[in-house]
């Protein structure tokens, strides 16, 4: 290699070392800060994912005890077609426990039926005139609270005479205003 030819190598060396440190560290420089930078974005996106992955498992959680809550509550609900099946369906579950506790049910009122602005619950309230021994009134209380019916006692007057008690309890309890029937197309 001759002196000129390795002068113009050097030169081309230099010409390349100027290009190199002008156009390729930048774009090697962007390369590099743009790689960190998805990297960054990933590991956000990978905390994102997780925050989310706890959230919807927490959600799903809550959305389950809800549905156990709402079946709870339906269950509780007292059955029937109509105000008037709602009510009769109350008065039979009401004789029952009252046979089972050996409580006298001198009178039982028609149940009084409320529905809801909105037409979608019912209040049931039933009456009821009893007679017993006050073991038979605390075991009636008993059994009504196992029920898996939700009956509240919401007035309970008690009159002693001797060895006998008698009064009157007042019972509420809920029920859902059933859909209308489908109307029959002509």
Same mark, same amino acid.
């Given at each position: 290699?001759?002196?000129?030819?390795?002068?113009?190598? !050097?030169?081309?060396?230099? $010409?390349?070392?100027?290009?190199?440190?002008?156009?390729?560290?930048?774009?090697?420089?962007?390369?590099?800060?743009?790689?960190?930078?998805?990297?960054?974005?990933?590991?956000?996106?990978?905390?994102?994912?997780?925050?989310?992955?706890? !959230?919807? !498992?927490?959600?799903?959680?809550?959305?389950?005890?809800? @549905?156990?809550? =709402?079946? @709870?509550?339906?269950?509780? =609900?007292?059955?029937?077609?109509?105000?008037?099946?709602?009510?009769?369906?109350?008065? @039979?579950?009401?004789?029952?426990?009252?046979?089972?506790?050996? =409580?006298? +049910?001198?009178?039982?009122?028609?149940?009084?039926?409320?529905?809801?602005?909105?037409?979608?619950?019912?209040?049931?309230?039933?009456? +009821?005139?009893?007679?017993?021994?006050?073991?038979?009134?605390?075991?009636? =209380?008993?059994?009504?609270? @196992?029920?898996?019916?939700?009956?509240?006692?919401?007035?309970?007057?008690?009159?002693?005479?001797?060895?006998?008690?008698?009064?009157? $309890?007042?019972?509420?309890?809920?029920?859902?205003?059933?859909?209308?029937?489908?109307?029959?197309?002509?």
């Amino acid at each position: 290699m001759t002196t000129k030819e390795k002068r113009l190598l !050097k030169f081309a060396l230099l $010409i390349f070392i100027v290009f190199v440190s002008f156009q390729g560290l930048p774009t090697a420089n962007k390369f590099v800060f743009d790689y960190w930078q998805h990297l960054q974005d990933l590991q956000q996106e990978i905390q994102n994912s997780k925050k989310l992955t706890d !959230k919807t !498992k927490f959600w799903e959680e809550e959305n389950q005890r809800a @549905k156990e809550k =709402l079946s @709870k509550a339906n269950s509780g =609900l007292l059955e029937g077609e109509n105000s008037q099946l709602v009510g009769a369906n109350m008065q @039979k579950l009401l004789r029952e426990i009252a046979r089972q506790s050996e =409580l006298t +049910i001198t009178s039982m009122e028609p149940p009084k039926v409320e529905i809801s602005n909105s037409n979608q619950w019912m209040l049931v309230v039933q009456t +009821i005139q009893f007679d017993a021994e006050p073991k038979a009134l605390m075991r009636f =209380l008993t059994v009504l609270d @196992k029920v898996p019916k939700n009956l509240i006692v919401a007035m309970l007057d008690v009159r002693s005479n001797r060895d006998r008690i008698s009064g009157t $309890i007042q019972l509420t309890g809920f029920s859902r205003v059933p859909p209308p029937p489908p109307a029959a197309n002509p």
